[in-house]
C-alpha cells in the first residue's frame, strides 16, 4: 500500500481544487494498476514565500511539486525508472503543472518500519 505524500509549491494567489487530493490519488492508482483503497495521498500546500532556489525568483508558471513515495518494498531500480516518469506525468496533469517540475523522492522501504493500526508490516 503505497503512501504518497504531495507538496506542491502554491502562490498567494494559487489554490488547489476541494477534490485535488482525490484526483491525484486516482491518477496514481491507475499508474501503479493499484486496487480501490490502495493508495494513500497526503497532500500538502507549500506556500512560495517558504521555497526558494539559490540566485533566482522561480516564477508563479515553473513552481515545483515534491512527491514521496513510500513502498513497503523498494521497486527495482528499472520499476522506479519506469514508475518515476509515470507518476511525474500523473502528479503534473492532476495539478496542471509541468512534468519537468514534478520531483519524485522514494523513502526507504516500510517494511519492519511503518506499523497500520498499530500492526507493524512485516
Given amino acids: 500500500m503505497p503512501i504518497v505524500d504531495?507538496?506542491?509549491?502554491v502562490s498567494a494567489s494559487q489554490h488547489l481544487p476541494a477534490d485535488a487530493a482525490q484526483v491525484i490519488a486516482d491518477s496514481i492508482a491507475g499508474v501503479l494498476s493499484a486496487d480501490t483503497g490502495r493508495i494513500w495521498?497526503?497532500?500538502?500546500e507549500l506556500p512560495k514565500d517558504r521555497y526558494a532556489e539559490n540566485g533566482i525568483v522561480v516564477d508563479d508558471n515553473d513552481l515545483p511539486v515534491f512527491v514521496q513515495v513510500l513502498h513497503a518494498e523498494?521497486?527495482?531500480e528499472d520499476a522506479r525508472v519506469q514508475e518515476a516518469k509515470a507518476l511525474a506525468?500523473?502528479?503534473a496533469a492532476?495539478?496542471?503543472?509541468?512534468v519537468e517540475r514534478v520531483h519524485?523522492?522514494?523513502a526507504p522501504p516500510g517494511r519492519g518500519r511503518v506499523?497500520?493500526?498499530?500492526?507493524l508490516v512485516v
Fill in 41 to 44: 495521498v497526503r497532500l500538502t
Fill in 94 to 98: 492532476s495539478l496542471g503543472r509541468q
Fill in 104 to 106: 519524485i523522492e522514494y
Fill in 115 to 119: 506499523a497500520f493500526g498499530g500492526k
Fill in 6 to 9: 504531495v507538496r506542491p509549491v
Fill in 89 to 91: 506525468v500523473a502528479v
Fill in 74 to 76: 523498494l521497486p527495482t
